[in-house]
């Protein structure tokens, strides 16, 4: 069986504008913090960032001084195997005792021990030819936390 213990997820609420993301895990791989799972959702006005990051109280900390509303939520954390009908098998468990899931999100590990990121971008032809320009590799942001505790 998969091990299962609970996790304190983080539900932060960006404004819908580029930059802002970059600016929140920015301020937490800074400080070494790492995400366990995370995912985005996004209306007209803002984005809703849910996470799990491995130091609860450190990445609490972080997000504190950025000075964005957030709310905290205790979550199951399941390790699953990283093999087909794992994710069924606890969704099926649950379904069959009548546990409803409100909601779920996942990272998968690749092969090479490797995760993929899954990007929405608003202009995805713009997205694609820059990141085929650099051959996939990631250029460090400008410090855009500087002064934390205000945002810009």
Do not use: W
């Not at 803002?46 to 000075?67: F, I, T, Y």
């Not at 990141?131 to 460090?140: A, F, I, N, R």
Request: include cysteine; charge should be positive; charged fraction near 20%.
């Amino acid at each position: 069986m998969s091990e299962v213990h609970t996790g304190t997820q983080f539900s932060v609420f960006l404004v819908n504008k580029p930059g802002i993301l970059a600016q929140v895990t920015r301020a937490l791989a800074d400080e070494k913090i790492n995400i366990v799972a995370m995912t985005l959702v996004d209306s007209q006005e803002h984005g809703v960032l849910r996470m799990v990051a491995e130091n609860p109280a450190a990445a609490r900390g972080v997000l504190g001084k950025l000075n964005l509303p957030m709310t905290e939520t205790e979550v199951l954390c399941v390790d699953l195997p990283n093999q087909s009908g794992a994710l069924a098998d606890i969704a099926g468990l649950l379904g069959e005792n009548h546990i409803n899931i409100n909601y779920a999100y996942c990272t998968s590990g690749a092969p090479g021990g490797r995760t993929t990121g899954v990007f929405k971008a608003g202009d995805h032809a713009k997205a694609q030819k820059l990141l085929e320009k650099s051959g996939g590799k990631v250029h460090k942001e400008p410090d855009l936390h500087r002064g934390r505790g205000r945002r810009g």
